[in-house]
């Protein structure tokens, strides 16, 4: 038992939730993904013994999961910018990466309550890292500076792993979650966060509750509106912050240039539609130099660099991982994944390029480690009965 708890310690703190506990030691970069992968091959051999089970018959949707993602990867090395080298290898480094910690968190869980542990672990870790990082309530610095997104992404992420525990009836425990989720989107200043995570969150009730769906919005909603009520009516944060996330809701904001950045990659997609512009091309065509710069729009980055090839492979990618996780629609823990999908895919058109979206890469690892622990469970439902 002890192993196995290591084990699940070390592939939570593997995943990118980008604000685990190793960010109390190491600066956000490549070098805390080595120690990730080191981290989580160690939990792979841990678990050495089940690994076979990848070659399982029934694991052919995973297989053809993981062929699509490496052919994608492959296609977006061969396509890379010459016009910018450094941010392409950069791109294709962390896509690698995430292949990679998909691929071995699959490795390392095997039922359903291994599962639901990492999910407990992964929020645990979490909270610590801002617990002894520590918030300033009174800051008018965004929580994640500089790049904030960051931490509005995993407040919305909190917030429905508070959803799945109030579930499993910790009343207290969801509901600190809850408010704790909010107040990181508040005070790192994401406006179309709270958009997302409205819209996820009404899916996520209507999966889980079916027929007392309608009541328990009402009651969401009633409780998602009195606290933004709260927070800006009695400046529980910084003001600027305040301003900066309720522009969503008012015409003061024009989204940051972004519709700029929106019309150069819809427009110059037809210039180079079948490969595109290269990987990690867009920064140069905005700036002029090779810099980190995106449409922040995943179909308009996906259309701009990859070209049609390139997005027809992501896509069939995304629709593979949709087909396992249709599979697995009687799972204990699909409205949490399947939320987490919708969250990621949102939130994924809206900031950040397609190396980063760490939402949808941790939905993707969660449904191949749920299909896995189907198949596992099915397997040993079949044993006892023909005992």
Known sequence: MFKGLIRLFLTSIAFDQRGGILLLFLPEGSSIHTYQLILISISVVLNYKNISSIFNKQNTKILSFIILFSFFILYSYLNSSSLA????????????????????????????????????????????????????????????????????????????????????RKFLFSIFLFFFGLLCIFLSGTRTVILAILITSFVFIIIQDKYKSIKSILIFLSV???????????????????????????????????????????????????????????????????????PHNIVLELLFEYGIIGTFLFTATFISAYRILKNIKLSYFYPLIFSMLIYGFICSNTSLEISNQ????????????????????LSLIDEISND
């Open 358 to 377: 760490f939402l949808l890469f941790q939905a993707f690892a969660y449904i191949l480690i749920s299909h896995k622990c189907e198949i596992y469970e």
């Open 85 to 168: 080298p450094n941010y392409a290898a950069y791109k294709n480094e962390l896509l690698l990466w995430n292949f990679s910690i998909i691929f071995l968190a699959f490795l390392s869980i095997n039922d359903n309550n291994e599962l639901r542990k990492l999910i407990y672990f992964s929020v645990v870790q979490i909270l610590i890292s801002y617990f002894v990082i520590g918030i300033d309530l009174n800051s008018n610095t965004r929580l994640g500076a500089g790049e904030a997104i960051v931490g509005g992404r995993i407040g919305g992420l909190i917030m429905l792993y508070s959803f799945f525990i109030f579930y499993e």
């Open 224 to 294: 998602f509106i009195f606290v933004i009520w709260l927070v800006v009516h009695f400046q529980l944060v910084d003001i600027t912050l305040s301003d900066r996330l309720l522009g969503v809701f008012s015409n003061k904001d024009e989204g940051g240039g972004r519709i700029e950045l929106f019309e150069l990659a819809y427009k110059s997609f037809f210039e180079k539609p079948f490969f595109g512009h290269g990987t990690g091309s867009f920064g140069f065509y905005s700036t002029g130099f090779d810099f980190r710069e995106y």
